[in-house]
């Protein structure tokens, strides 16, 4: 029984894994299962909770993790408990019987009767069902046998209730009918097997996915990405894959051949001729071959529109060039009739560029929206037939600007007026009436010229002029605001609501981004000047922009300490803006979050010094080699300090806590006879061991003792003078008792316990007990590895500062530093002086001494006295784990350390000497910790400053703090280890 429990178990989890990854993918909705009631809809919904897959590499990882479960599963099946091979053959020859079916005396008697879906059958039937089960995901039967048994059964159960029949594990007509429908198209939601599969690689060859290993579920993703190729087929948008959709796949798989790398033709040149209309690519004469440069092109036109990125023009990537090519036109789209579009736009009065971009952006789609609403045109910002019709017709009118005109050039001349802020006219009529004419003579009387309120062609000129660069003292409006705006942008001013005037502090603003970008400084914002701000604008990276110059980007300021992604993406977000502003900042440059010319050039100059800067070390040993060297030496971590630590009960002594009296000292006797001699006298509440009971002599009329552990022996006492508590106590009986991580013999050591340790037992599991443990324990071969990975790019640059040579700070920058810092409050001048001495970087030992004392707070910092002299140590020398104070200040006194600048310099002494200009040559964090010299001379580790992984990443942070916050322009050098 317990056999076929297990067999069952292992294909249900099969099916299980697999239907959890469905419901983990895929998601049902009303519309697409009409014929489920409203009850029926929500359990679905529900069991579909999270979707197939996200149309990406997702997909891979969820199906993987199903078949990762499902295997686990099954070895955990056979091997649920232990058992010998003989025991293994027995389970599986069992299990081979059951699902095999008859033996020889019922195979004839069997074949006699009529074909069945039924345990217990047996047939070619059989294992067609169970193939076609197979290629639905239900089972995994590499060679299906002909006999229905249990786990057929199971599976067929599996199949009945995923698709909401009766489970009852026969596989009736129903059932078998409902196999061949989900087998067949067309394809739904809630489909699933290896069809599904190869229609999902079909989409992906075609871009409309990028699913690496397709799973076998058609969910909501999958029905939304058939949706997609449908609309851009002009099929029946429905999400579903029937016969009529399944055959343009196949269409769309051979046509899509002519357009990829290696092709030629004359549509290929027109291919190109297209794209350089659309401002891609700059071809004059395009040739008919389809290269990389051209592949390379589609790939920037696909990534610019959001179509997959495959560099092959298919029917959807030329479908979408078409579309932008041609009206309507709309953001983001862009080529040469965006160009005219934007002229149009400016000869009607409604825009001012100089030099139209051929980008249709925001500022474009505004525009347009203004000219609809103005023109009583739907307003979508979208130049659509009905638009480009109107701005055609409006260029052909003959204008005339005096009282009593009227018609749409009087709507622009008065919008131009209230851009210079002369009126304020929100909705201008087309009437130019005697408001009009003050209001333009007005204008012209500001200007100097004749106050005629005729708007004639001079004033309309002078209207022009003001409104396009350039601009300079005494302009006003809109473009003045405008321009305010951008320097604002670009960090040159911080008004938070500029004026529309143009006066002397905008014009000096203005020459200070004049000198700043070397132009000409005049003062005045002319075509140079705005062309530079809007090429800044335009061509800076910023929030939003991606791609693989960004990314480029985030490695350098990476690399120069100004963050720590380990694989930056090409995304240029909120992060990003905030450290390129610090960089900025730190290099007093223009801080605006924007990377422009100057600050790409900045960070360019600042890589390449840091790069020249950065020289290997090269040892003849393998990394892989240096970590079996640092397992022997047990290196240590508190990563694991507040993690239960456990030991085998079958090396202690168990006994109950004890505490002697409280109110006098108490005996501990040899022999449980008030006249046996005294081993030991405790104070009152000093904890023993009680072992046990025995008879003894009499006491206050009772005879009873406690035998108890104490001082590495056992020892007797009254029961009356000790205090029993309910605490479980062990005591360690093997020379070297391991301290586990887990209750198994098998997990990680932490360390060990001596022979004789009296320990509190915390908890119990098992034959194994839980027991108190120190903060530091053996590291692990994965943690050691992550800290001894010279290249591990989660580990700040800074662990391979050379720390050779001071680096010039001044004694009133480190005070200032060291402000609050208990008793390295003020020392300065002494770091200043080691440095100088024994030519180690101040900073570094700043930083070392920070650690080291708690930010100058640590006892053994702040004086210890011993032999009667007060002693400190700022930098742990002579201190270890286990002996930490008393060790650290004996050692001070012995160096005649009594001054807190004494034990600064000589403390720099002993690093100076012993580290960083060793023979070992440890002039780095890095190498202070893990020696490779000593490695790749000796064979294994030795002098190291620490055992903790950790030691040199602990450093980091207030070093490099340091070299920020008080070196204006450090000169760093870096000397990076490289095993062979």
């Known amino acids: 029984m317990s056999i076929v429990f297990l067999v069952f178990f292992s294909f249900s989890s099969i099916v299980g894994a697999e239907e959890k990854a469905e419901i983990h993918n895929e998601g049902l909705t009303e519309e697409q299962t009409p014929l489920l009631d409203e009850n029926e809809i929500k359990v679905k919904s529900e069991k579909a909770d999270s979707e197939e897959e996200t149309a990406s590499d997702n997909e891979s990882l969820i199906e993987e993790s199903a078949n990762e479960e499902t295997n686990e599963v099954q070895d955990e099946e056979i091997n649920a408990e232990p058992v010998d091979e003989e025991m293994k053959e027995e389970i599986t020859e069992k299990e081979s019987t059951e699902e095999e079916g008859p033996n020889e005396e019922t195979t004839g008697a069997i074949l006699n009767t009529v074909q069945q879906y039924a345990p217990g059958d047996y047939g070619d039937h059989i294992v067609e069902l169970k193939s076609k089960l197979v290629r639905l995901g239900f089972a995994k039967w590499s060679s299906p046998t002909p006999s229905y048994g249990q786990i057929t059964s199971k599976v067929v159960a599996e199949f009945q209730a995923y698709y909401d029949l009766s489970p009852t594990g026969i596989a009736d007509e129903t059932t078998r009918a409902k196999i061949e ?13 290896v069809q599904i599969v190869e229609i999902k690689e079909n989409l992906v060859k075609l871009g409309y996915a990028n699913w690496k290993n397709p799973s076998q579920f058609y969910g909501q993703i999958t029905a939304d990405t058939v949706k997609k190729f449908q609309s851009d087929y002009g099929l029946p948008i429905d999400g579903i894959a029937g016969t009529q959709t399944l055959n343009k796949i196949q269409t769309a798989l051979i046509e899509g051949n002519e357009y990829r790398n290696g092709d030629s033709g004359q549509h290929v040149v027109a291919l190109k001729q297209d794209l350089v209309k659309l401002g891609f690519a700059s071809w004059k004469n395009p040739s008919q071959v389809y290269g990389n440069i051209t592949a390379n092109v589609v790939r920037e036109f696909q990534s610019y529109y959001g179509l997959p990125a495959t560099g092959q023009a298919n029917e959807t990537t030329r479908n979408k060039i078409a579309e932008v090519l041609n009206p309507p036109y709309k953001n983001r789209d862009r080529g040469e009739p965006v160009v005219k579009l934007k002229e149009n ?41 009905s638009t480009l019709a109107k701005i055609e017709e409006l260029l052909t009118l003959e204008s005339k600007y005096k009282n009593g005109d009227s018609g749409q050039h009087i709507v622009e001349l008065k919008k131009d007026l209230v851009k210079l802020g002369f009126a304020s006219w929100k909705s201008p009529s087309q009437v130019y009436g005697n408001i009009t004419a003050n209001v333009v003579r007005e204008f012209q009387s500001y200007y100097g010229l004749p106050a005629t309120g005729e708007a004639n062609e001079t004033t309309r000129n002078k209207i022009a002029e003001v409104l396009n660069p350039p601009y300079k003292n005494r302009d006003r409006g809109e473009p003045v605001v405008k321009l305010k705006e951008n320097l604002v942008k670009l960090g040159f001013a911080n008004w938070s609501n500029p004026s529309q005037f143009y006066g002397s502090v905008t014009a000096n603003v203005v020459k200070e981004f004049q000198s700043y970008y070397g132009l000409n400084k005049t003062g005045v914002a002319d075509s140079e000047v705005l062309s530079t701000i809007q090429h800044i604008l335009t061509m800076a990276y910023q929030s ?17 300490g100004f963050a720590n992604w380990s694989d930056p993406t090409p995304v240029y977000g909120s992060v990003t803006a905030r450290v390129v502003s610090e960089f900025q900042k730190h290099h007093n440059l223009k801080v605006s979050g924007l990377v422009d010319e100057v600050t790409l050039n900045k960070i360019e100059i600042e890589v390449e010094k840091k790069l020249e800067s950065m020289q290997d070390s090269h040892y003849d040993i393998t990394l892989e080699e240096a970590l079996r060297m640092q397992m022997a030496a047990n290196p240590q971590t508190d990563k694991y300090r507040n993690e239960p630590a456990y030991i085998s009960s079958s090396y202690v002594n168990l006994g109950q806590k004890g505490t002697t009296n409280s109110s006098s000292n108490v005996n501990l006797r040899a022999k449980a006879n008030t006249t046996a001699t005294v ?8 904890t023993v061991v009680i072992l046990g009971t025995v008879k003894g002599s009499t006491v206050n009329g009772s005879t009873e003792w406690y035998k108890v552990w104490y001082g590495g022996k056992e020892n007797y006492v009254h029961s009356s003078l000790v205090n029993e508590h309910k605490v479980q106590m062990a005591i360690v009986t093997a020379s070297n008792l391991n301290v586990r991580a887990k209750a198994a013999a098998n997990s990680h050591k932490y360390g060990s316990f001596s022979k004789g340790t009296v320990l509190e037992v915390i908890g119990k599991k098992g034959t194994w007990l839980q027991v108190p443990y120190g903060a530091w324990r053996n590291a692990t071969e994965s943690d050691t590895l992550e800290y001894l990975d010279p290249l591990n790019k989660d580990i700040d640059e800074f662990q391979h500062l050379d720390l050779s040579s001071p680096v010039g700070a001044k004694a009133a920058e480190l005070n200032k530093y060291l402000e609050g810092k208990g008793i390295l409050a003020g020392k300065g001048q002494a770091f200043i002086d080691a440095a100088k001495s024994h030519n180690i970087n101040e900073l570094y030992l700043l930083s070392h001494a920070l650690l080291e004392t708690g930010n100058g707070t640590s006892k053994l910092s702040n004086g210890i006295v011993v032999n009667g002299k007060k002693v400190y140590n700022m930098f742990g020398i002579g201190a270890v784990d286990s002996c930490p104070e008393k060790c650290g200040s004996e050692r001070a006194y012995k160096e005649g350390w009594d001054t807190p600048a004494k034990a600064i310099v000589g403390g720099a002494k002993f690093i100076g000497d012993k580290y960083i200009h060793n023979e070992y040559n440890q002039n780095t964090l890095y190498k202070m910790r893990w020696n490779p010299e000593g490695m790749a001379r000796h064979g294994y580790a030795t002098h190291q400053y620490a055992t903790d992984i950790q030691w040199a990443k602990k450093q980091i942070n207030n070093l490099k703090k340091l070299h920020r916050e008080i070196l204006a322009n450090p000169v760093l050098k870096f000397n990076v280890v490289q095993y062979k």
Do not use: C, M
Not at 181 to 193: A, H, T
Not at 544 to 560: A, F, N, Q, V, W
């Open 181 to 193: 429908e989900v087998l067949n198209p067309p394809y739904k939601i809630g489909d699933r097997g």
């Open 345 to 385: 736009l400016v000869k009607l009065g409604f825009a001012n560029w100089s030099n139209p971009s051929q980008f249709y952006g925001t500022a474009t789609a505004n525009v347009v929206k203004k000219f609809q609403k103005e023109n009583n045109l739907t307003v979508d910002g979208i130049a659509g037939s």
């Open 544 to 560: 939003g922009d991606s791609g693989p110059h960004i990314k480029k980007l985030k490695e350098g300021l990476t690399l120069l």
């Open 679 to 686: 081993n030991y006298t405790l104070r009152p509440n000093t």
